[in-house]
C-alpha cells in the first residue's frame, strides 16, 4: 500500500466523521482538519482551523505536510446558507465560496508534491446532487458546482502523475444541517422523503461508501467521475 496518510476536511462530525470511521476501518491513517472538536476519536491528528480562512489553513498545512507523507485527500467540509436568490448575501456567497471550494484547491496545492514525487494520489471531493437544482441554494450550488468543474479540470493536469481526482455528489442525507434546513415534521421534509425512490432517508455511511471506493489504491482508472448518491433522486430529475 502506498503512504496511507488521508487529510479529511470537515472529518469531525455527520458525513465528515462517517468518512473518518470508513477509511480508519480499511486501514487508512486518518488527519481531520475541522473548527470543531471530532466527535470520533479515529484521528491520527486532528487540527482545529478555519478552513475559510486562507493564511490560517495554509501554516496547518505546512506544518502537517512536513510531518507526514500524505498522498489522499477528502475535501468534505461544506455549509449551506440557504435563501433566495433575491435575498443571497454577498458575504455569505464568500463565505461558501471560501469554506467550499477555495480551500479545495488550498489543500490541493499544499499535498501535490508529495502526490506526484510518489507518483500515486486520491483527491475525492464532497459535492451535492443541489448542482443539478435547488431553491434556496444560489450559495452552496454555486460553491459544489465550482468544485465538481474543478475536479474535472485537475483530473485532466495530473493524470500522467498517477493521481485520480474524482468526488461524491450526495442527495437527501439525514444529518444535523440536513434536519435544521428540512425540520422533520415539515412539509417540505416529508415532500422530499416522498421524493426519494428508495423510499428512505440516505446516511452518512452512504455517501462514505463512495468516498471509500475512490480512495481505494485500486481504483486506478477511474477519474474525473462523480457519484450521486442519492437514492435515485436524479434519475429522471426533470420528469
Known sequence: MHDNYVLVTGGSQNIGAAICRRLHADGLKVIVLDIVEPTHDLSTEFCQVDLSDAQATKA???????K??????VNNVGIVRPALVEDTKLEDFELLMNLNTRSALICTQALLPTMRRKKFGRIVSNASR????????????????????????????????????NGV??????????????????????AILRGIPLQRMGTPEDVANGVAF????????????FLYVCGGVTVGLSA
Open 169 to 190: 455528489a450526495p442527495g437527501p442525507i439525514a444529518t444535523n444541517a440536513f434536519w435544521a434546513n428540512n425540520p422533520p415534521d415539515s412539509k417540505q421534509a416529508k
Open 214 to 225: 475512490f480512495i481505494d489504491e485500486r481504483s486506478s482508472f477511474v477519474t474525473g467521475q
Open 68 to 73: 507526514y507523507e500524505i498522498t489522499r485527500l
Open 60 to 66: 496547518v498545512l505546512a506544518q502537517l505536510t512536513d
Open 130 to 165: 443541489v448542482v443539478l437544482g435547488k431553491e434556496l441554494r444560489t450559495c452552496y450550488s454555486g460553491s459544489k458546482g465550482a468544485l465538481i468543474s474543478m475536479s474535472r479540470t485537475w483530473a485532466l493536469e495530473l493524470a500522467k502523475d498517477g493521481i485520480t481526482v
